[in-house]
């Protein structure tokens, strides 16, 4: 199990937690371990998504970065985007879905990272996107006041629905049975057969992140340090709890056998996992946490089906030191070409000075050896013409 998130310092860090059994009659011990940190955009993460193998991270830079987690080496990276990639989506293994500021939702197949479809989504941004849990439907929201339904298998838009105001965050319910559209504080329930509202949840403060434990229970998050939970059904608010002491960025959950796991990431630095029982009304406790020291935006959680087999997830300025145990992400090409709207990167990230500058060097080299050699090949063909 690894924990990535990104901040608005261009880092993205990785923390694989530790799962060891508590003393006799107590739960295990959760501890997060820093694993890796990578400095490979060149503005702040703005979205990350996981799957089985690959974790990707978008950002301000108007650039997708793909990780494969089993070798640990960065794979390469998307730009087809203008401007900043707002929300990425897996869904399935074979393929992603992203969304951006130029109103585009672009889908990629996520084995040749090539760009299978291209779609003006919005006359304004893509604020938010979703995958049925089916995989066959998708709605997205933007800065035009529209809810937009689209069609994956002929990828195609199937319907679009006038909104009040802009709205920021769309997901679907683990079931796909019902969504939530989010605009401002305000969270209206929606019922999949009808389309129609059938309940609105209100907040004080403007929504930042919501996340389903469960099929009724929602949480959200806000721009304050309180989490709630919430009835889908009956719109109540079953607990609240202080998670940070700063405004809370991002939230997901996972569910392990007798609970379910609730992950939250703060502009404080901190990231912070909790258990929750949903046969209970108390607050989730703490499992274990780890300091960032950086602003964080954006979380995920990466499951390696392997070592975790019985967790699952719901169905739908200068970078920090890095310490001595953790590792750097190396960097190796995607298999296909640039014209799909890829960077290749095959150089390996080396600390060493003096590597980077011999290699420019040699690339100063080779560009000078090249020019000589046509300035002789032109002083051959004109000898050649005077003789003749």
Not at 42 to 62: H, Q
């Amino acid at each position: 199990m690894e924990l990535v998130c990104g901040c608005y310092e261009q880092v993205l860090f990785g923390y694989t937690v530790n799962r060891e059994p508590g003393p006799s009659g107590q739960s295990e011990k959760w501890t997060p371990v820093a694993d890796f940190t990578h400095h490979g955009h060149a503005a702040s993460l703005s979205a990350v998504a996981v799957n089985n193998r690959f974790v990707v991270t978008g950002s301000k830079d108007e650039t997708i970065h793909i990780y494969d987690m089993k070798k640990k080496v960065e794979h390469g990276a998307l730009m087809h985007h203008n401007g900043t990639i707002n929300c990425l989506k897996f869904f399935g293994n074979g393929h992603l879905i992203s969304g951006g500021e130029d109103g585009l939702i672009c889908v990629w197949d996520a084995k040749r990272w090539d760009c299978l479809k291209s779609i003006k989504a919005h006359k304004g941004h893509v604020t938010s996107l979703s995958v049925h849990p089916s995989g066959k439907l998708a709605l997205s929201v933007g800065t035009d006041k529209t809810l937009r339904t689209w069609n994956l298998i002929e990828g195609r838009s199937a319907f679009i629905k006038n909104i009040k105001q802009n709205a920021h965050i769309v997901e679907w319910s683990p079931s796909g049975e019902k969504y939530i559209v989010v605009t401002v504080n305000k969270i209206d329930i929606y019922q999949l057969e009808t389309a129609s509202i059938t309940g609105t949840i209100t907040t004080g403060k403007r929504i930042s992140s919501v996340t389903f434990i469960s099929d009724s229970i929602l949480a959200v998050a806000g721009d304050e340090e309180i989490i709630r939970l919430f009835d889908c059904d009956s719109l109540k608010c079953l607990c609240e709890f202080k998670a940070h002491e700063n405004r809370v960025k991002d939230i997901c959950s996972f569910e392990v056998p007798e609970h379910h796991v609730i992950v939250t990431a703060s502009s404080d630095g901190f990231i912070k996992m909790w258990r929750h029982n949903p046969n209970k009304k108390t607050p989730p406790s703490l499992l274990c946490e780890v300091n960032t020291k950086a602003r964080l935006t954006c979380l995920g959680v990466w499951l390696d089906r392997v070592t975790d087999a019985q967790v699952q997830l719901p169905t739908a300025t200068a970078p920090s030191p890095v310490n001595k145990e953790e590792q750097e992400f190396k960097t190796s090409p995607p298999k296909s070409d640039v014209s799909a709207g890829k960077r290749q990167q095959s150089k390996k990230f080396d600390c060493a000075k003096g590597n980077k500058k011999t290699t420019k060097a040699e690339n100063v080299m080779s560009v000078k050896k090249r020019k000589l050699e046509g300035i002789l090949e032109k002083k051959k063909k004109k000898k050649v013409q005077m003789t003749e």
